[in-house]
């Protein structure tokens, strides 16, 4: 696309609401464009529609008009969750509309340069990671995007002297034609969201479209443990910082002595290997960063993110010294690997952001206690037989709620699993989730862990992803 700007007088279609389209929305009809808001959730369900009307933009809830997406649109936004079957994005693409997210206008709008974080696992992590780091430094870090707060917003508050330090998932980036962060991050790739992109390819590829406008000025951070981002790596323009904790590198963050692929190491063992995070400079220079163990959460996941999250800081400007203190002190994010609490000697946590099964593979492997494990929710076709060694190998018991509930026993019961329990769906969806933690709580012995990794999007009962976790916390809390 062009500058927002360019779109003055022109007929402007935003599909959906929230926060994202309501702050896109806002932006065109600033800029003079002719504006329409189109929800297909009814008017009572969108409270962000009397806000646009007031300001003179045309809103329509409950229906996907016929003659909404015309000839004379010059351009389609669509919330980054809709998927390209729905009706108007089709018209667009038959007209030759462009389609866009909104990360596509911010991109034009920010006079500030943008480190965009992507994976299939770790974004959250990493992005409030580097924020924070980067606040520590005094660079004036703004942290939007997938992790809640619009990129569109953002935008229009940052400076020339700060940074905006975006997650980015795929749905977004699908959307994106000019989009180029100075500073790009791709984390891991797993099979997810194979509904919404139809196969690998372009999912891949809409991961991918991070890096299509970067030049030699700017920097690319990839994870060198993950075949499917090596291999992207050697097409990229920009210069490539690669990060590895599986193998030292001859210039990049890794690990020293690396750990071993086996499948996951405890924060004691970690401790007994006195492992350090080395910087290494592409003339040889090392420089010893801090020791694995001194990081603020622990697992070897949560090592991965802390070097992305090094080299994204280092390529920002950040002074090595810097680093330190913030990598010492972050705590979990929320809904990811959160402890929740401690009753009776059993420990709850709660990783309600794991919507996918490599997701919870990893959380389960960072504990060496056994774990008592509530997964469940949105049906996107897998069989998550993918599981069934580490069911065998690391539950104590699953308890299962949700779409998949079937499938996920089904795995359980190959495993070999000893304790499995269904919890059968109702219109209370809260009550689902605390029969759980209950039916969990009375299996658990002191020294077990009860945690929330669903391995599934939440949306066949929450309304998202936080909603299921806090529910989690709060029945956790009121046992």
Not at 64 to 71: A, G, I, S
Not at 252 to 264: A, K, L, S, T
Not at 333 to 338: A, Q
């Amino acid at each position: 696309m062009n500058h927002p700007a360019s779109y003055k007088g022109r007929r402007v279609v935003v599909i959906g609401l929230a926060r994202s389209g309501v702050s896109v929305a806002k932006v065109f009809h600033e800029l003079g464009a002719e504006v329409i808001v189109n929800d297909m959730k009814s008017r009572d369900l969108c409270p962000e529609a009397d806000e646009l009307t007031a300001l003179g933009i045309s809103v329509i809830c409950g229906y996907h008009p016929e003659d909404l997406v015309t000839e004379e649109t010059a351009l389609l936004v669509k919330n980054p969750g809709i998927p390209y079957t729905s009706p108007p994005v089709k018209r667009a693409e038959e007209l030759g509309v462009e389609i866009i997210t909104e990360v596509e206008a911010a991109y034009w709008l920010s006079p500030a340069p943008i480190i965009g974080i992507t994976g299939s696992n770790g974004k959250t992590t990493t992005t409030t990671w580097i924020g924070e780091i980067l606040d520590y430094a005094g660079l004036k870090p703004i942290v939007a995007g997938n992790i809640g707060r619009p990129l569109c917003e953002a935008a229009l508050e940052a400076e020339q002297d700060q940074w905006i330090v975006a997650e980015l998932s795929s749905f977004q980036l699908k959307g994106t034609s000019a989009f180029r962060p100075h500073i790009a991050l791709l984390l891991n790739i797993a099979e997810t969201h194979l509904d919404y992109h139809g196969d690998m390819d372009d999912y891949v590829n809409s991961k991918a479209k991070l890096f299509d406008n970067q030049t030699e000025d700017d920097i690319a951070i990839v994870n060198w443990d993950d075949p499917e981002c090596r291999a992207l790596s050697e097409f990229l323009a920009a210069e490539v910082i690669p990060f590895s904790v599986y193998e030292k590198l001859g210039s990049g963050i890794y690990i020293d002595p690396p750990f071993e692929r086996d499948g996951g190491i405890t924060e004691e063992e970690v401790e007994a290997l006195s492992r350090k995070i080395i910087f290494k400079q592409a003339d040889g220079l090392e420089t010893i960063i801090l020791p694995v163990a001194e990081l603020g959460i622990p697992g070897v996941h949560n090592a991965a993110n802390a070097l992305a999250a090094i080299g994204a800081s280092i390529a920002a400007g950040v002074a090595l010294e810097q680093l330190r203190p913030p990598l010492r002190g972050f705590n979990a994010v929320e809904h990811r690997l959160e402890f929740v609490r401690e009753v009776n000697g059993v420990k709850y946590y709660n990783d309600s952001k794991a919507t996918n099964a490599v997701a919870t593979t990893i959380a389960v492997q960072s504990f060496s206690s056994k774990v008592i494990l509530l997964a469940g929710g949105l049906d996107r076709g897998s069989d998550y037989m993918e599981l069934e060694p580490l069911f065998r190998e690391k539950l104590k018991a699953l308890v299962t709620f949700g779409q998949t509930r079937e499938k996920l026993s089904r795995v359980a019961e190959l495993a070999g699993l000893a304790r499995v329990e269904i919890v059968e769906p109702s219109d209370d969806v809260e009550s689902v989730l605390r029969q759980a933690v209950m039916q969990a709580a009375a299996i658990a012995e002191p020294g077990d862990i009860v945690l929330l990794s669903p391995a599934c999007a939440s949306w066949d009962m929450f309304k998202s992803y936080e909603q299921r976790g806090r529910i989690f916390k709060d029945s956790a809390h009121t046992l």
